[in-house]
């Protein structure tokens, strides 16, 4: 008689992260997530490289040849949104964390956002970097994040304070229904809206943050700030 093979250990947490030329953080990153798991729950790497030029590809796919992640590609650049779009669907996790592959956010925090919604007190976490043990890096972007957050409080009747952050953590039933569209940078209002228009339970918690200069890649711009105003508005008047 054939002894079949154990199954694999369903991952708790699914590790969701974005690709856009981060040849420089994203090997750095990977192994960061790495040992940040080395003693927590079972998880799983889902990379989505977003029509990559600079070689970050080449990182990705050697990880995956190893088995550390399991990577999805565009061909063509689509934007931030739909490479989280891509890898939420992919993910097999109980609870989805979004980690940037460009080194301001710390994976070794992971446990932060996971525990609301591990001890069963959260639907939806959030990074909150907007709180005076962080470099501000950009004040206009400082300062643009903190209109969008108190726009959107006054929207939404809900205080939220960092609605830009790019560290977040959330329940797998709650991607399903949300109905996310965004391609780019506004998949950051766009997902905040679709949780307070359903009244998910959101909690933020403080986070540390290494703001990078545009000579190392940054890559949002005051357009996508501008842009953030009048969706959060157009969701609003959408939700009534």
């Known amino acids: 008689m054939q002894q079949k093979s154990p199954l694999p250990v369903a991952p708790v947490v699914t590790v969701v992260m974005p690709v856009y030329n981060e040849a ?18 079972a998880f799983e790497l889902v990379a989505v490289d977003d029509g990559s030029t600079d070689g970050s590809r080449a990182v990705l796919q050697e990880s995956a040849s190893r088995g550390i992640l399991r990577l999805y590609v565009h061909e063509k650049n689509r934007g931030k949104g739909a490479a989280l779009r891509t890898g939420i669907a992919a993910a097999r996790g109980q609870y989805l964390v979004i980690q940037d592959a460009d080194a301001e956010y710390d994976p070794q925090e992971h446990d932060q956002l996971i525990a609301p919604l591990r001890e069963g007190y ?9 709180h005076d043990g962080n470099p501000v890096g950009y004040w206009r972007y400082w300062f643009g994040n903190f209109f969008i957050s108190w726009w959107c409080s006054l929207l939404f009747y809900r205080r939220v304070h960092d609605v830009e952050t790019g560290f977040k953590a959330f329940r797998r039933e709650l991607a399903d229904g949300l109905e996310l569209h965004a391609d780019r940078f506004d998949f950051e209002v766009e997902f905040t809206a679709r949780v307070l228009q359903r009244k998910f339970r959101l909690v933020e918690v403080p986070i540390s943050y290494h703001p990078r200069r545009f000579s190392q890649g940054k890559k949002i711009t005051w357009r996508d700030g501008v842009q953030a105003l009048w969706l959060l508005w157009r969701y609003r008047r959408e939700g009534k």
């Open 24 to 41: 420089a953080t994203v090997g750095a990153t990977i192994e960061a997530l790495q040992r940040a798991y080395r003693h927590g729950p």
């Open 122 to 130: 959260a639907d939806v976490v959030y990074g909150n970097r907007m």
